[in-house]
């Protein structure tokens, strides 16, 4: 089985050597790695080059392109039929190119599901993974890929017509999630085919990330999920907005009702609490747990806000 790992990347000289030598390091060995670099200003391509002298099996092509089309130009380039994805800013573990394409020896496999590992160093990155990822125990039967660890066959991806270029950066994997289900094309999911994804470093990046993809669901249109329902991100955006419409609204309807004023007061509160108790008793850092009321306040935020952007496009 000959696999071709393909990757996007833009302004990356931080991270892309540890990427590239961790799949050069791979328990399989990757019958080609393709790189798309989207016109990168700092030295990611230097550094690609690089590797490119030690290793002919790494391709590079510059093209000024967003990350929807960098993958899609990857993916065409490939030779093989099998590709596996990640993203730049990820480290696959050395076993992870064998456990996602361990499934596609059951030919009606399309697309296997990889998981991931969140890095975080500190209180406030163990709050932010509890708003950007999964964690392991709710990883289950109706987990869906994220472009920074599947794979899929050549002809799922062009029975899917790629990935939608029309988003910027963000939530191509959503809409080629979606196509997937709605097709019916089968997903494999493997857990143990983990790449590590580090967590943002500041609050503003944290939260600037959160705004992109609350931008990017809202600029995909999807509603109701064939998997989820009605918990699709869309629909908790909008949950979001009604939470605080409700509480402004306890607020003007009794502004002048001290007593009855108290009832927004007490929902607060009970917020307040509740983002402390989701943060704390995912990470078992209370530290954590008090970054996790601001985090959620200002997310809340974050999200109506990218998702009224991404729908005015």
Same mark, same amino acid.
């Given at each position: 089985?000959?696999?071709?790992?393909?990757?996007?990347?833009?302004?990356?000289?931080?991270?892309?050597?540890?990427?590239?030598?961790s799949l050069l390091r791979q328990s399989k060995?990757?019958?080609?790695?393709?790189?798309?670099?989207?016109?990168?200003?700092?030295?990611?391509?230097?550094?690609?080059?690089?590797?490119?002298?030690?290793?002919?099996?790494?391709?590079?092509?510059?093209?000024?392109?967003?990350?929807?089309?960098?993958?899609?130009?990857?993916?065409? *380039?490939?030779?093989?039929?099998?590709? $596996?994805? !990640?993203?730049?800013?990820?480290?696959?573990?050395?076993?992870? /190119? =064998? %456990?996602?394409?361990?499934?596609?020896?059951?030919?009606?496999?399309?697309?296997?599901?990889?998981?991931?590992?969140?890095?975080?160093?500190?209180?406030?990155?163990?709050?932010?993974?509890?708003?950007?990822?999964?964690?392991?125990?709710?990883?289950?039967?109706?987990? *869906?890929?994220?472009?920074?660890?599947? $794979?899929? !066959?050549?002809?799922?991806?062009?029975?899917?017509?790629?990935? /939608? =270029? %029309?988003?910027?950066?963000?939530?191509?994997?959503?809409?080629?999630n979606y196509k997937a289900l709605k097709l019916g094309l089968n997903i494999s999911r493997m857990k143990n085919a983990r790449v590590e994804w580090e967590m943002p470093k500041t609050f503003s990046d944290g939260i600037i990330k959160i705004y992109k993809y609350a931008k990017g669901d809202a600029k995909s249109r999807i509603w109701l999920y064939p998997s989820k329902g009605l918990a699709s991100h869309n629909i908790k955006a909008l949950s979001i907005f009604a939470r605080y419409i409700l509480g402004i609204s306890f607020i003007f309807l009794y502004l002048f009702k001290l007593v009855v004023l108290l009832v927004p007061l007490i929902l607060v509160i009970l917020y307040i609490l509740w983002s402390f108790r989701k943060v704390f008793l995912k990470t078992g850092d209370w530290i954590a747990g008090l970054w996790g009321i601001l985090v959620q306040f200002t997310s809340d935020f974050a999200v109506m806000s990218g998702f009224l952007m991404g729908l005015r496009r």
């Amino acid at each position: 089985m000959k696999v071709s790992v393909c990757i996007t990347v833009y302004n990356e000289e931080r991270s892309i050597s540890k990427l590239v030598e961790s799949l050069l390091r791979q328990s399989k060995k990757p019958d080609e790695i393709v790189i798309v670099d989207g016109g990168s200003g700092d030295k990611t391509v230097e550094i690609i080059r690089h590797f490119q002298k030690k290793d002919k099996r790494i391709k590079l092509l510059i093209e000024k392109c967003s990350r929807s089309r960098g993958r899609n130009l990857a993916v065409e *380039l490939a030779k093989n039929d099998i590709i $596996a994805m !990640t993203d730049a800013g990820c480290v696959p573990k050395r076993n992870w /190119l =064998e %456990n996602i394409t361990e499934p596609f020896k059951h030919k009606e496999v399309d697309i296997v599901a990889g998981f991931y590992t969140m890095k975080v160093s500190d209180s406030l990155q163990k709050a932010f993974s509890v708003f950007l990822g999964i964690h392991p125990k709710d990883f289950d039967i109706n987990f *869906l890929p994220s472009t920074r660890s599947v $794979a899929f !066959t050549k002809q799922a991806w062009e029975k899917i017509s790629g990935f /939608l =270029e %029309n988003l910027e950066d963000t939530a191509e994997d959503t809409v080629f999630n979606y196509k997937a289900l709605k097709l019916g094309l089968n997903i494999s999911r493997m857990k143990n085919a983990r790449v590590e994804w580090e967590m943002p470093k500041t609050f503003s990046d944290g939260i600037i990330k959160i705004y992109k993809y609350a931008k990017g669901d809202a600029k995909s249109r999807i509603w109701l999920y064939p998997s989820k329902g009605l918990a699709s991100h869309n629909i908790k955006a909008l949950s979001i907005f009604a939470r605080y419409i409700l509480g402004i609204s306890f607020i003007f309807l009794y502004l002048f009702k001290l007593v009855v004023l108290l009832v927004p007061l007490i929902l607060v509160i009970l917020y307040i609490l509740w983002s402390f108790r989701k943060v704390f008793l995912k990470t078992g850092d209370w530290i954590a747990g008090l970054w996790g009321i601001l985090v959620q306040f200002t997310s809340d935020f974050a999200v109506m806000s990218g998702f009224l952007m991404g729908l005015r496009r």
